[in-house]
């Protein structure tokens, strides 16, 4: 597997295409759309893509911004393809997230999560070692 900045028209493509396998997405509301995505990557967003050979298995989405004065990146969407879930692959895109953000000198890396989902909460909390602040 390799993790990599995804810059092509087709590795966002290919992104819009995960949500709608991964959560049935179906409306255009609930899908994080390519413009965006494109427009995130080039404007300091973290886009990463975990790829097998040509295919992307999963990505994680961040856009950047600022909270209570300090530099933020928003981690909005992390997703892996149901056949390879509970593989460390969500846990490595999710590194390669917080790495790139310190190299590009954020200083917080923020997100929701669902805490009544337990595998999330556990994903952020244990996993992960997220603080729970708001």
Not at 49 to 66: N, R
Request: charge should be negative; aromatic fraction near 12%; charged fraction near 25%.
């Amino acid at each position: 597997m390799i993790i990599r900045e995804m810059a092509t028209l087709d590795d966002f493509q290919a992104c819009v295409h995960l949500q709608k396998i991964i959560w049935g997405f179906d409306d255009p509301y609930d899908v994080v759309p390519l413009p965006l995505l494109m427009i995130s990557a080039r404007n300091d967003g973290v886009v990463l893509g975990a790829y097998e050979d040509t295919e992307m298995i999963g990505f994680v989405y961040g856009l950047p911004g600022f909270h209570k004065g300090k530099k933020v990146q928003w981690s909005h969407m992390l997703a892996v393809k149901p056949d390879k879930q509970n593989s460390d692959i969500g846990y490595q895109l999710k590194i390669a997230q917080y790495k790139m953000s310190q190299e590009r000198g954020y200083e917080l890396i923020e997100w929701t999560y669902d805490p009544l989902e337990s595998r999330n909460a556990h994903f952020n909390l244990r996993k992960l070692g997220c603080i729970i602040k708001e």
